[in-house]
């Protein structure tokens, strides 16, 4: 019986250990927050150069 039970346990173990150390998982969290800094970088460049945007086409404008 006492036999059956260490099977059990090291059964369990070793099945905690393989899904602990799958890296599927990792791969997709850490391409989820490269993105997430791209688009955090492309919209704060966005916002920084909207009035310099708004100007040039305003002078563009008003020079047509």
């Known amino acids: 019986m ?4 260490t099977r059990l346990f090291v059964h369990g173990q ?3 250990a ?3 150390d799958r ?8 391409y989820a927050l490269i ?3 791209v688009s955090i970088l492309t919209i704060g460049t966005l916002l920084l150069i909207t009035n310099k ?3 040039t086409f ?3 404008a008003n020079t047509l």
């Open 2 to 5: 006492s036999e059956l039970f």
């Open 14 to 16: 070793n099945t905690i």
């Open 18 to 20: 393989a899904v602990r």
């Open 23 to 30: 890296e599927e998982g990792q791969t997709l969290v850490e």
């Open 35 to 37: 993105l997430a800094l």
């Open 53 to 55: 945007l708004n100007a």
């Open 58 to 60: 305003t002078q563009i």
